[in-house]
């Protein structure tokens, strides 16, 4: 059995943040590199405000710290 991929906290430059499961390869891909100010393993805190806001929460777990 294959556990959940972390889920990662993605921050926008000038458009906000998301959440997602991806590569940080993918990410930056599907972003673009100018784009992307930070990415960083979400908190429990990330996921309460992205859902919160009634963005997207992926299916995946919250690194230990």
């Known amino acids: 059995m294959s556990s959940k991929p ?3 906290y993605i921050e926008l430059s000038g458009r906000g ?3 997602s499961t991806d ?3 993918n990410i930056l ?5 100018a784009n992307v100010a930070l990415i960083r393993n979400a908190t429990q805190k990330d996921v309460d405000w992205v859902r919160g806001m009634g963005g997207y929460v992926p299916e995946g777990r919250i690194a230990k710290e």
Do not use: D, P, V
Request: charge should be positive; hydrophobic fraction near 30%.
């Open 17 to 19: 943040c998301g959440l």
């Open 6 to 8: 972390i889920i990662k």
């Open 23 to 25: 590569s940080e390869a």
């Open 29 to 33: 891909k599907r972003e673009g590199t």
